[in-house]
C-alpha cells in the first residue's frame, strides 16, 4: 500500500488568494502527477514529473504551477485563486523502472469564493 | 492515439447481484490496463492491473477483469456485489509516452437494497 499524503483535504478561500496544495509521497517514487477532476467527471492530467527539478504541463491547460525540488514533495501552486478554480485535486504517484500503476492521495477539495 | 471508453455512465444493481463494468481501450501495442475504485471524497485506489500473461486477473474486494484482445475489452466483474461497492470506477491504459495513463470517464456504480 502506498502511503502519499495531501494538505489541506478541504480548503475555502477568497478570490485572488495565493494558495499551496501539498503533496508527500514515503515511498522514493519517482513519477509525480496532479489529477483536476470535477465531481463526478474524469480526471484531467494537470502536471506531472518524472524527478527532482523535473516538471511538465499536462494535456489540461491549468493556471497552476508546481515545483520539485525534493523526490517526496509535488507542491501545487495557484498565485490568484479565481471561483474557475473550484475542483477537486489529486496528487498521485508510480514507481521507478517501467512501473505505470499510479497511486493517489486522498485530494483536496478547493472551493473559491 | 491511445483511449478508454467506459459506456456506461452509471449502473445499478441490486445488492447480491452480479456486475459487468465494460471498458474499451484502443492501443497498438500490448496494452497494460488498469481498474480503479473511488468512493466519493475520496482519492482512487487501485483494483487490479493487467501487464501479461494470464487474462484473467484478480484484483482486491473479490473483483476480477477478464483482457479480451480480440474484443480489445478489459471489463471489470464481481460475482455479488455489496452495499459498500457502490463507487465511482475508472477504467484506465498505458499511454505511448512519458508513463502517463489515459483515463475512461468512469462509471457510477448505484447498489440497490
Known amino acids: 500500500e502506498a502511503d502519499i499524503y495531501q494538505t489541506p483535504r478541504y480548503l475555502v478561500i477568497g478570490t485572488g488568494k495565493k494558495i499551496t496544495l501539498e503533496c508527500s509521497q514515503t515511498m522514493g517514487h519517482d513519477k509525480m502527477y496532479w489529477y483536476q477532476q470535477d465531481p463526478g467527471m474524469e480526471l484531467h492530467l494537470i502536471h506531472y514529473s518524472y524527478g527532482v527539478n523535473s516538471t511538465e504541463k499536462g494535456d489540461l491547460s491549468s493556471e497552476s504551477t508546481v515545483s520539485r525540488i525534493r523526490t517526496e514533495h509535488f507542491p501545487l501552486t495557484l498565485e490568484s485563486a479565481r471561483p474557475s478554480h473550484t475542483s477537486q485535486y489529486l496528487c498521485?504517484?508510480?514507481?521507478?523502472?517501467?512501473?505505470?500503476?499510479?497511486?493517489f492521495g486522498p485530494g483536496t477539495r478547493l472551493t473559491v469564493t | 492515439a491511445q483511449s478508454v471508453t467506459q459506456p456506461d455512465i452509471h449502473i445499478t444493481v441490486s445488492e447480491g447481484a452480479s456486475l459487468e463494468l465494460r471498458c474499451n481501450y484502443s492501443?497498438?501495442?500490448?496494452?497494460?490496463l488498469f481498474w480503479y475504485v473511488q468512493s466519493p471524497g475520496q482519492g482512487l485506489q487501485l483494483l487490479l492491473k493487467y501487464f501479461s500473461g494470464d487474462t484473467l486477473v484478480q484484483g482486491i474486494k473479490g473483483f476480477e477483469a477478464e483482457f479480451k484482445r480480440s474484443q480489445s475489452s478489459f471489463n471489470l466483474r464481481k460475482p455479488s456485489v455489496h452495499w459498500s461497492d457502490a463507487a465511482e470506477y475508472f477504467c484506465a491504459v498505458r499511454g505511448d509516452s512519458n508513463y502517463q495513463l489515459i483515463w475512461g470517464a468512469g462509471t457510477k456504480l448505484i447498489i440497490k437494497p
Open positions: 492501443y497498438g501495442a500490448t496494452p497494460y
Open positions: 498521485a504517484s508510480s514507481g521507478t523502472g517501467l512501473s505505470y500503476e499510479q497511486y
